[in-house]
């Protein structure tokens, strides 16, 4: 195939995909479950669980002080 037949592909697979997602309905905005209680507690954004922090770097394979080390991948 050279790159005119590839983009051509492309183009008919994105089009068919973006066709087919117009006819999804999307639902209003109600939530789909509706419940009493919630699990999760709302804060105002300044206070927070002292604890995280912690939890968090236990979590963390690759840490140093106050930082967690993580490694940045790259498309091949």
């Given at each position: 195939m050279n790159n005119e037949e590839i983009k051509a592909d492309a183009k008919k697979i994105i089009d068919?995909?973006?066709e087919k997602l117009s006819k999804i309905k999307v639902p209003d905005k109600e939530p789909i479950i509706k419940r009493k209680e919630f699990e999760r507690i709302d804060g105002n954004g300044k206070d927070c669980d002292n604890d995280f922090k912690k939890i968090m770097f236990e979590n963390a394979p690759n840490k140093n002080s106050?930082?967690?080390?993580?490694e940045k991948k790259k498309w091949e």
């Open positions: 068919s995909f973006s106050d930082f967690i080390l993580a």
